[in-house]
């Protein structure tokens, strides 16, 4: 029978966060792509319409059953990820030299953000389940080390570095939320410490190239550091005010690359200044605490690590993608979420944050 409840305690300020964010991105990306509409422009602007229809229904659809049923069966969907990600490096469609997506004749879609769902899911069992918020140490630790290691290794043979390390800062996060005993946190940097010179040899050339132009802007002005050179420039000349909607010349010459996905921040930052651009990270910001709210009060120890999980997931990918464009962090494929253009990224968002309305939802039955 139909609990009344849930319309009762329905969230509507988290709904009110995400209509806003939808309709913010929806503008910026008109902006973005209204030079380059007469070579498809206005397909991209229409398809991230369709793409935000969609990403509601499923927003909708993730809110209709108790979320606590995921935690029987967060193995299965982990191990169904897994097997996604296997199967997208013998048959995957390769784009832009990275071999990410599987194709289901019109629609196709990237594993690791099916990945990236899971991974919240199986994290906030495996936590929940272990006995009282005690100190975890590493001996304690090495299942769900190895969890994650297990898809990390396979999205980095994408490659895709830029989610493969989302999926690291994401569960160091959650286990520094469910108390790490200080000496195995101290442990486990020098180790991660340690490791980096290895992993730099296994990157490839351009993704070497990226932090070197991070490190040194001047290197190679037309090559490797092209893009956060024009992306400085973009969001420089916005100043205070911007240039207005439509004005920005970056923009509208397309000097700005890739400025519908991973770059759509800086069309922000160009058009509307740092007015703007503080108004879209506060929103961030709100949305990023009203969902540790929502962690706060829920009624039990899985909803409370997964509604975590998601959380970290937002915070640290907005983080990523404006430190990016900044110039303060090294170009990595990682969109700016619910406002660069994507359909993969932005559904398995909103399932994300379906999933948050259903833990706010139900934190009636804490009562």
Not at 201 to 225: N, T
Not at 309 to 322: D, G
Request: aromatic residues 14%; hydrophobic residues 55%.
């Amino acid at each position: 029978m139909f609990d009344r409840r849930l319309i009762q305690n329905f969230d509507w300020i988290l709904l009110l966060f995400l209509l806003l964010l939808a309709a913010i991105s929806i503008l910026n990306l008109y902006s973005a792509t209204y030079a380059i509409r007469n070579v498809g422009g206005s397909q991209v602007f229409v398809k991230q319409i369709y793409w935000f229809l969609i990403g509601f229904a499923v927003f909708l659809l993730m809110t209709t059953f108790n979320y606590s049923l995921l935690e029987r069966f967060a193995y299965p969907v982990y191990f169904i990820s897994i097997t996604l990600l296997i199967l997208v490096l013998f048959v995957g469609k390769v784009a832009s030299g990275s071999q990410r997506w599987l194709s289901l004749g019109l629609i196709s879609f990237q594993p690791s953000e099916v990945a990236k769902i899971a991974i919240l899911i199986v994290l906030a069992k495996f936590f929940s389940k272990k006995g009282g918020y005690r100190e975890y140490r590493l001996r304690d630790l090495w299942q769900p080390f190895l969890l994650i290691v297990i898809p990390f290794v396979l999205i980095l043979k994408e490659p895709d570095l830029g989610t493969a390390l989302l999926l690291v800062v994401v569960c160091f996060s959650v286990i520094l939320f469910v108390k790490m005993h200080w000496r195995s946190l101290v442990i486990l940097v020098v180790s991660a410490l340690s490791v980096a010179p290895f992993i730099w040899f296994e990157l490839k050339e351009y993704q070497q190239l990226r932090i070197l132009s991070f490190l040194r802007p001047d290197m190679d002005p037309l090559g490797s550091g092209y893009h956060i050179n024009q992306s400085k420039i973009a969001i420089g000349s916005g100043l205070f005010w911007g240039k207005g909607f439509l004005k920005g010349t970056q923009t509208r010459l397309h000097f700005l690359p890739e400025q519908h996905t991973d770059f759509a921040f800086s069309v922000l930052g160009e058009e509307w200044g740092f007015v703007g651009s503080v108004l879209l990270l506060l929103l961030y910001l709100f949305l990023i605490l009203w969902g540790l709210n929502i962690a706060k009060n829920s009624k039990d120890k899985f909803g409370s690590i997964l509604a975590i999980c998601i959380v970290a997931s937002i915070f640290w990918q907005v983080v990523v993608n404006v430190g990016m464009v900044a110039g303060l962090l090294p170009v990595v494929g990682i969109p700016l979420v619910l406002f660069s253009y994507g359909g993969s990224s932005l559904i398995s968002t909103m399932a994300a944050l379906g999933l948050l309305m259903n833990i706010s939802m139900r934190r009636f039955m804490f009562q």
